[in-house]
């Protein structure tokens, strides 16, 4: 039993120790940044393997290190780069543009504002590049240009009637209007005789104006800003057209020009140049260094445990 639970604990060691071996760090590669301007499915020789072509149009500034050339899934199928050819050209060739227009309005409200804008402008580049933009809504902005104060006045009157005196303390001396208060201004009296019984009572009428005034804030104008985004052309420029074919890995390589597409049509000068297949992945120096540390690590884990076994049983045996 105890030779047993000695060769089960040296298996376990062996195993944490491949597991703890670092694995082959994966090559850097730069994100994909182009997309194709055609892809093409077909197949090719003897025995119909599957290809697809990729084509993709770069300026001559553009850095084709972002064509992607990664392996990928389609149709239930791992695809991997088996050529990149290059040919020069001349053509159309387009960018995206976006172009911030600034403009004023008197109001500050996004419906106004929207219909005071365009919904596509034409925009040209310095370089040539020509089109037609549209609106980005999400992008409408307007800021306030300034404020100002305004003051208007207010003013009401009251009567006052069946007073026993001509006596501003018989007038009240604010009044409110229109939620604001007023202060009294001025009065004017008049007065009536009345007969009470045998007695001649006079009363007053007072007639009290009131004034004030209410001052308020608001903004000069609005300066309202807008994208507008898209893509701009330049014709008769010189592009760049990569080819990208792929090829499926659960299928034998065969022939990759039988049964390959036409050309895509694109006129110009053909100064195109084979590209060198890209290298068929397999196991990286840092992977094989790791087995082989794995593999040297067991060896040397089961030689220690034979020997232990072995002395445990010169011992039985001298016992």
């Known amino acids: 039993m105890k030779i047993q639970r000695i060769v089960t604990l040296l298996c376990t060691a062996a195993l944490l120790l491949c597991a703890a071996s670092p694995p082959a760090l994966a090559a850097d590669r730069s994100a994909a940044c182009y997309y194709p ?24 500034s553009d850095d084709p290190a972002g064509i992607p050339t990664e392996d990928f899934e389609e149709y239930g199928r791992t695809f991997h780069l088996m050529e ?33 804008l365009a919904p596509e402008i034409e925009a040209e580049t310095e370089d040539g590049y020509a089109g037609m933009l549209k609106l980005d809504y999400n992008s409408v902005q307007a800021e306030v240009k300034g404020y100002k104060t305004s003051t208007r006045n207010l003013s009401a009157s009251r009567t006052y009637p069946n007073l026993s005196d001509a ?11 229109g939620g604001r208060t007023l202060t009294l201004a001025d009065v004017k009296w008049s007065d009536s005789t009345n007969m009470e019984g045998e007695d001649v009572v006079v009363r007053y009428t007072a007639t ?27 014709t008769n420029c010189e592009i760049v057209t990569y080819t990208a074919i792929f090829g499926c890995t659960d299928v034998p390589y065969h022939d990759t ?27 990286a120096p840092s992977t094989m260094l790791s087995v082989l540390g794995c593999a040297g690590g067991i060896a040397a884990l089961l030689a220690a445990g034979g020997w232990s076994v072995m002395k445990m049983r010169e011992r039985r045996s001298d016992t």
Do not use: C, H, W
């Not at 597409?261 to 006129?267: E, I, R, V």
């Open 167 to 177: 006596d501003l303390s018989l007038v009240p001396k604010t009044v409110t209007e």
């Open 84 to 116: 990149m050819t290059r040919k020069d050209e001349i053509g159309v060739d387009t960018q995206p543009l976006t172009k911030t227009v600034t403009t004023d309005s008197a109001t500050g409200d996004l419906g106004e504002i929207l219909k005071q």
């Open 257 to 283: 020009k039988t049964n390959a597409p036409q050309d895509s049509g694109l006129t110009g000068a053909d100064t195109s140049q084979e590209m060198p297949p890209a290298p068929q992945s397999g196991p």
């Open 37 to 60: 301007v055609e892809v093409e499915s077909y197949t090719a020789g003897d025995f119909d393997q599957p290809r697809i072509r990729k084509v993709y149009q770069l300026s001559r």
């Open 208 to 234: 009290a104006s009131y004034t004030g005034s209410v001052t308020s804030r608001y903004a000069t104008g609005y300066t309202v800003t807008a994208d507008y985004t898209g893509e701009v052309a330049k």
